[in-house]
């Protein structure tokens, strides 16, 4: 059974960091992407940040890109998400998806209808 627990969330200052923790069992991140994405209170879902199963490809969306790093441990079958230079807009719940995506392929990797698994999700708190 495919299963991801999320984990590394908290309150914290704007400019601080946190590193999220992905962490997948029942399967290997080598036949799965992982993506990360995050809701806040009254808004929808949205993508943040994906790497491919071969660690090739990694995406990130226009809001983070340059403060957020997506990274994997396969030997903790783990994926990361350091988070850097956080804003109060980053405040929602966060959660890690995985998918499998065809060859021809041609969306952004960060709609969440392409994941199929999800975690519970571990909420980030950017407040003063």
């Known amino acids: 059974q495919l299963h991801l627990a999320e984990s590394g969330g908290g309150l914290v200052q704007p400019g601080g960091s946190l590193r999220l923790s992905c962490t997948a069992s029942?399967?290997?991140?080598?036949?799965?992407?992982i993506g990360w994405f995050r809701q806040a209170p009254g808004k929808g879902r949205e993508g943040v940040s994906h790497?491919?199963?071969?660690?090739?490809?990694?995406t990130y969306a226009d809001p983070v890109k340059g403060r957020f790093t997506i990274s994997r441990d396969l030997a903790e079958n783990t994926v990361y998400l350091q988070m850097t230079s956080l804003k109060p807009e980053d405040t929602a719940v966060y959660y890690c998806?995985?998918?499998?995506?065809?060859?021809?392929?041609?969306?952004?990797?960060?709609?969440?209808?392409?994941?199929?698994?999800w975690g519970q999700g571990t909420q980030v708190t950017v407040s003063s």
């Open positions: 998806a995985a998918a499998t995506f065809p060859w021809l392929y041609s969306g952004t990797y960060l709609q969440d209808n392409d994941y199929h698994y």
């Open positions: 029942g399967f290997t991140l080598n036949d799965y992407a």
């Open positions: 790497v491919s199963s071969t660690g090739a490809r990694i």
